[in-house]
């Protein structure tokens, strides 16, 4: 009978899917910067911190592509506002340089010099004593390097801004230069939110999809249908027993040692990603990605749709590889992979967060069925485990910096790894994303699924159960990841140094109080299963 084979296959690929997301349970929730102190020295005069800048051009009173550059250490403040700032002719120095007196007028203008030569100091002195109004440099490379100042040197007498442009920003205005057009600059540097109202947005998804996931059951549950139409497979004739035994075959119980691996595992591989990532790397974990975003989305569609109209699976096919097979979840098979291709064909796009927004939601609803905690034993030793190395890896600030370098992609030649939600900062002049990691909702989810769960082992109601308050603890535990993320001026937070305590912690107080802390630490579904036997008996 080939109903045994089916079940290996989907045990397997079952498996899969949930060591790929368990790889990535450390998460981060954070926003990308617009200013940072730098790790160049501060001397009196050269200690101001390094502020992304906007450079808006225009070439013969049409305004051009609007470019982002970098202040410097030294010199004078932008205004963050376009409004308070001034719109001014652009001259190349002579020499282009710009490390001595140039012979072209700079009175009044901005002076504009390529890199080297000398230092970003003197630069600024020469374009200065010239009468220019201000200093932009033109790099050698397509990045914003930092402008800082040689030791021993003092830079209190600047007092014109100097900002820092990429390569192709120069060529560009040069070009228009050479072409006898007359190009003019406005610089100013708005500052960016620390927090943006993408975070509530954000918070809804995290909440909503840790809500979903632990009630799927109930979505799922259908006591009128026992047919399989949730996967591409042969058609198999089998008992009840049977089919229960497939349907417990297919969810894997978290024990003490896979809890210790998975996140030893999931640290290592952290810092593996950020020394040794490449964009092929990148691209190899878009197409896992993807593989597991195409079966969590095929789950999660045919499930609610067939909960609703059960007469849509009946359609069958007999396909060479698979056999009899549903028309209908062969229709849901092929739009998801569509999906999957288009949102990895279009990733670079500014639309592609929802996409990967749906693929990540699905897939997570998907492991967090497949996943269970057998009692808070379990979930103890697997947060504190992550608790620990979260303590050990991101002590150091810089290293938090590190892990959301790997999720920005900026080691991977601009590839972002897709194991993240996010959402575009809508409030925010220099845009970007908010974004959270999958292990921010995962580790909370396997805790208030286990939650739910219980409550109705035990029949519970919501008000002298758990579901509800470690729902609202998860929340809560989020609120305050966002909090620390404005106190602390938009710097990456490792979300489970506040989900941990407002989850598992508040986990344990209650079953304290309630005198059901021992029932907690010890449950499994086999006490659940006997429960179940005796009520109905």
Known sequence: MAFPSRRRRRSCSLHAILLFCFLFLIGLSFAEEASHDGDS?????????????????????????????????????????????????????????????SSSKLSGSIAMAVRGGCDFTTKAEVAQSGGAAALLVINDKEELAEMGCEKGTSAQDISIPAVLIPKSGGQSLNKSIVDGQKVELLFYAPARPPVDLSVIF??????????????????????????????????????????????????????????????????????????????????????????GGIEGMHNCITTVILRICRNCGRKKLNLPLFGETSLFSLLVLICCVVFATVWAINRQASYSWAGQDILGICLMITVLQVA?????????????????????????????????????????????????????????????????????ILFPGLLVSFAFRYDKANKKGIANGYFLWLTIGYGVGL???????????????????????????????????????KDLWHYSSEDASSRASSGLA
């Open 202 to 291: 954000l918070w809804i998804m995290a909440v909503g999809t840790v809500v979903c996931a632990s009630v799927w059951s109930e979505i799922a549950a259908s006591e009128e249908t026992n047919e399989r139409y949730n996967e591409l497979s042969p058609k198999e004739t089998s008992n009840a027993s049977a089919f229960k035994d497939d349907t417990e075959k297919e969810v894997i119980d978290i024990n003490v040692k896979s809890a210790i691996v998975f996140v030893i595992t999931a640290s290592a591989f952290l810092l593996l990603l950020y020394f040794f990532m490449s964009s092929w790397f990148v691209w190899l974990l878009i197409v896992l990605f993807c593989i």
């Open 41 to 101: 020295p501060k001397f009196p005069g050269c200690d101001h911190p390094y502020n992304l800048v906007k450079v808006k051009n225009w070439a013969n009173g049409v305004e051009g592509e609007t470019f982002a550059g970098i202040t410097a250490r030294f010199g004078a403040f932008l205004p963050k506002e376009e409004k308070n700032s001034y719109r001014l002719t652009a001259v190349f120095s002579n020499p282009l340089n710009g490390c001595s007196p």
């Open 372 to 440: 269970r905690l057998p009692n808070i034993k379990v979930r103890k030793l697997l947060f504190c485990h992550a608790f620990l190395m979260l303590s050990l890896f991101l002590s150091d600030m810089s290293m938090v910096t590190q892990v959301a370098t790997v999720a920005r992609g900026d080691n991977s030649g601009g590839e972002t790894i897709p194991m993240l939600l996010r959402i575009p900062r809508f409030a925010d002049e220099w845009g970007g994303y908010d974004m959270i990691g999958f292990g921010d």
């Open 479 to 517: 609120f305050l990841t966002y909090l620390g993320l404005y106190l602390m001026d938009g710097h990456g937070q490792p979300a489970l140094l506040y989900l941990v305590p407002c989850t598992l912690g508040l986990c344990i107080l209650l079953g304290l109080v309630r005198g059901e802390l």
